[in-house]
């Protein structure tokens, strides 16, 4: 089934950091849903792990040159 990875992200400092990130994810095969909070600085993603690991869409985040921190 689905799950849910919910992150804490460093690097935005405007809207366009924000829809940058949700479109990076987005676009990943398997993740079906990414929403990204500027003012929190937080991401949550609904993926399927069969399809795309946590790992995938941290590296993307990293790849667009924003950090991530697994939130507890
Ligand atoms: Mo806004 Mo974000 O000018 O990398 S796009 S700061």
Known sequence: GLESLHLELGGMH???CSSRIERVTGNLDGVNEASVNLAANTGSFIFDPALVS???????????????EVQS
């Open 54 to 68: 946590r790992r995938d869409i941290r590296q993307a985040i990293s790849g667009a040159g924003f950090t991530s």
């Open 14 to 16: 405007c809207a366009a």
